[in-house]
């Protein structure tokens, strides 16, 4: 019964759309200081290799590989992020995608160890180490139904969706912590938040290296889904692309990287019926909301709408009863 609901493809589907929330948060964390960072693809490919040549050359738990390819890709950040306090706006986006292109160029000249432009395969893949795992203490997917492929796709959707939770959960904490009113304020005038006594340089490195962290451990994650990464998964058309994640879906709230790393993640594979023109749609969608909506989709405006609204409707249910 289990078996016939669950659908491998549908569930690679979501699996990248969780990856990609989690990619959508790195930019929205580095946004909400008011850094606007193009390099997030830098750090996601530190984080991929890192555990890609940990687990495949010398057998490190893919735990630990995941782990430390998610803090190489933080110092990085640190690296990166202090002497680019100076810059902003349009200037500090070059800066980082130069940081980003120096990495994917560094990948494919370093053939020796990161096979160059052909890229790592054979990445232990997350599912199929789980499947491993469970059938040495004796689990068969068969018992509950399932087969061994939808166990491994079904296993890797549960851990992401658990990750992902946990990290919304985290950046909404955030968002209302003291941490979060600094990034708040910072965002909405350096000076002014200087001269309340905020450490600018202190937040915005911590804004940068946690964008780092989570773009590496989007990356990590990335590698032992797919088992195979190459230089060409992380150009500058990836850095555009984590960017867009935020500002369609709302760089101002959580949930806006949620929803439009969702959306943009799904619509291409909705509009594979027309495989042809789906790409153009994509396109034209992107120019009209830059046009009409450039705050994206979800902004505080209308979060503060949706609440006022659900809050009439408990006083006029209550008030019925």
């Known amino acids: 019964m289990l078996g016939e609901l669950i659908n491998p493809y549908y569930l690679q589907v979501a699996s990248f759309i969780l990856i990609n929330i ?43 590989g995941i782990l430390t390819g998610s803090l190489l890709a933080g110092i990085f950040g640190i690296i990166v992020g202090i002497p680019s306090l100076r810059l902003r706006g ?6 980082t995608l130069g940081f980003g292109e120096i990495v994917r160029v560094f990948l494919v000249n370093t053939e020796s160890v990161t096979n160059g432009a ?21 689990f068969d997917p068969e018992v509950i139904g399932l087969q061994s492929n939808q166990f491994v796709f079904l296993s890797i959707f549960i851990i992401l969706l658990v990750i992902d939770i ?14 979060g009113r600094a990034f708040s304020a910072i965002k ?19 804004s940068f290296t946690q964008g780092a962290i ?15 990464i190459s230089p060409a998964d992380f ?37 594979r019926v027309i495989s042809d023109y789906r790409y153009m749609i994509y ?16 902004d505080e405006q209308m979060i503060r709408w949706m609440k006022v609204r659900k809050g009439r409707r408990r006083q006029y249910g209550t008030g019925s009863k």
């Open 214 to 228: 989570f773009a590496g451990f989007a990356g990590a994650m990335y590698a032992h889904v797919l088992s195979y």
């Open 90 to 95: 349009v200037f500090l986006a070059i800066a």
């Open 283 to 298: 396109g034209v969608l992107l120019v009209i909301m830059m046009a009409y909506r450039p705050q994206g989709i979800i």
């Open 235 to 271: 150009s500058y058309h990836r850095a555009v692309e984590i960017l867009v994640f935020s500002v369609f879906g709302g760089s101002e709230v959580v949930g806006g990287a949620i929803f439009g790393a969702s959306f943009l993640t799904l619509l291409p594979e909705i509009l």
């Open 166 to 179: 946990f990290l919304i959960w985290f950046f909404i904490r955030q968002k209302h912590s003291r941490v």
């Open 118 to 138: 052909i890229g790592i395969s054979g990445i232990p893949q997350m599912g199929q180490e789980i499947l491993s795992m469970m059938k040495n203490v004796g």
């Open 188 to 206: 909405m005038d350096e000076q002014a938040a200087a001269s309340m006594g905020i450490n600018v340089t202190y937040y915005k490195v911590l």
């Open 22 to 64: 989690i990619l959508g948060l790195s930019i929205y964390v580095t946004l909400a200081s008011g850094q606007l960072s193009l390099g997030n693809a830098g750090f996601m490919a530190v984080g991929a290799y890192t555990t890609a040549l940990l687990t495949t050359n010398y057998d490190v738990p893919l735990i630990i």
